[in-house]
C-alpha cells in the first residue's frame, strides 16, 4: 500500500524557490558593453594624442600619423614652456586657488553649521534663502558689477582682484553641500555633546567637522577645479603678463606659439598636472561626499 507524505504549503514552496533553475544566468549585455566602449573611446583617445604630441617635434607632428607613439620622444616642448614664465603663472594660480578655497570652505562650514544646527529663526532662513539664490546667478550676469567694485576698491590688475569675487561665487553651492550632509548627522550626537558640556565652537570642530570630511573634500575639489580652470575673471579683472593665470596664459600661449602645436599640447599637460595629483589624493573622499552630499 503506497502512502503519501504531506507538506505544509510554505514547506513545499520554499523548497520549490530553492530549486535551481534553468536557464536562470543573466546573460551579457553586449549593447551596453559596446556603448560603454565607444564613450571610453571618445573620452581617452583626446588625452591619448595630447599627451603623445607633446613629446613629439615640430617637423615629426606634420609628417607623421597624429596617433602613432613618437619613435624619438623630446622634452624640448616642455622646456619651451618652462622657459615662457610658466612658473610665474602657476605660482599666480596656487596663490589665488588656494586663497580663495580656504576662506570660502571655511566661511561655508561655519555658515552651514549655523544654519543647520542654530534653530529656526527667520534670520538663519533667510541667510539660507540668500545663499541659493547665489545658485541662480551666474558669473557673466555680474561681471561687470564685479569690475566697477573692483575698480572702486583699487585691486584692478591684482590677485586680489580674483581672489573675493572666487570666494563669492563659491560660498552658495558649498553652503547647499555642507548643510545636506551636517543634517544627516544624528541629532543625539549634538544632544550628548551639549550634555557633556561642550560649546558650540567645539561641537562644531570636534563632531561636525570629522564627519563632513567628505563633504569638506568634494566642495574644496570642485571648487578648486572651477578657479583653477577660471578663465573670464582673470581676463575682465587683470592686464599685465605678470598678474596672468593658467589659463589666459595658456591663451595667450597659445596666440603666441600657434604654429607650434606640441609646444601648446605641453602646456596643457602642465595645467592640467595639479588637478589630476588634486584628484588621485581626495578620489575616496570626494565619491563618498558626491553620493552624501548631492544625492540629497
Known sequence: M???????????????DRRPRKGGTSRPNWLGALLAFIWLAIVVLPIYWIV?????????????NPLALPTAPTAENYAL???SDFPRYFLNS?????????PAVLISFVAAFAIVRGGSGWVLRGINS???MGLAIPLQAT??????????????DSLAAIIL????????????VLSNFIRDVPKELFESMRTDGASDWGTLWHLAFPLTRPALVTVTVYNGLAIWNGFLLPLILTQSPQKRLLPLALWSFQGQYSVNVPAVLASVVLTTLPILVLYVVGRR????????????
Open 94 to 102: 596656487v596663490i589665488v586657488t588656494l586663497g580663495a578655497i580656504l
Open 165 to 176: 569675487p572666487s570666494i563669492a561665487f563659491a560660498i552658495p553651492l558649498s553652503v547647499l
Open 285 to 296: 573622499q570626494l565619491m563618498s561626499g558626491l553620493t552624501a552630499g548631492f544625492s540629497k
Open 2 to 16: 503506497a502512502t503519501m507524505t504531506t507538506t505544509a504549503p510554505g514547506r513545499t514552496q520554499s523548497a520549490r
Open 52 to 64: 603623445i604630441t607633446s613629446f613629439k617635434s615640430q617637423s615629426v607632428y606634420f609628417a607623421a
Open 81 to 83: 614652456v618652462l622657459a
Open 143 to 156: 561681471i561687470i558689477p564685479v569690475y566697477l567694485i573692483i575698480i572702486k576698491l583699487g585691486l584692478y
Open 130 to 132: 540668500v545663499f541659493l
